[in-house]
């Protein structure tokens, strides 16, 4: 049984930062992304890394600002967000396909998703 299970959410002023985890388990060696929905809003993609780590992908809105990161010894991926803004506001989710493909950006390339861990930056 697939289970990501998000933490590291929280309120945070304008310009700080916030690491979000994801703990995976039930399956290894997958691309993993972060996704995240504002209240009224359709979930978007945030950023991705490939199962080896060698290639990361990033939304525009977020390039620059946050990192992403995993380490495969704890079947582990991070979000580094520095830079925060207000419309970073959001429930972030950590997603994994059931077979790796190369479309990284689109919600329909995920099979596997967390419960969401809220993200609130104050202005």
């Known amino acids: 049984q697939v289970q990501l299970v998000e933490s590291g959410g929280g309120l945070v002023q304008a310009g700080g930062s916030l690491r979000l985890s994801c703990a995976a388990s039930?399956?290894?060696?997958?691309?993993m992304a972060w996704f995240r929905q504002a209240p009224g809003k359709e979930r978007e993609f945030v950023a991705a890394i490939t199962w080896s780590g060698g290639s990361t992908y990033f939304a525009d809105s977020v390039k620059g600002r946050f990192t992403i990161s995993r380490d495969n010894a704890k079947n582990t991926v991070y979000l580094q967000m520095n830079s925060l803004k207000p419309e970073d506001t959001a429930v972030y989710y950590c997603?994994?396909?059931?077979?790796?493909?190369?479309?990284?950006?689109?919600?329909?390339?995920?099979?596997?998703w967390g419960q969401g861990t809220q993200v609130t930056v104050s202005s």
């Open positions: 997603a994994a396909p059931a077979k790796n493909g190369n479309n990284y950006y689109a919600l329909r390339s995920y099979d596997y």
């Open positions: 039930g399956l290894t060696l997958r691309t």
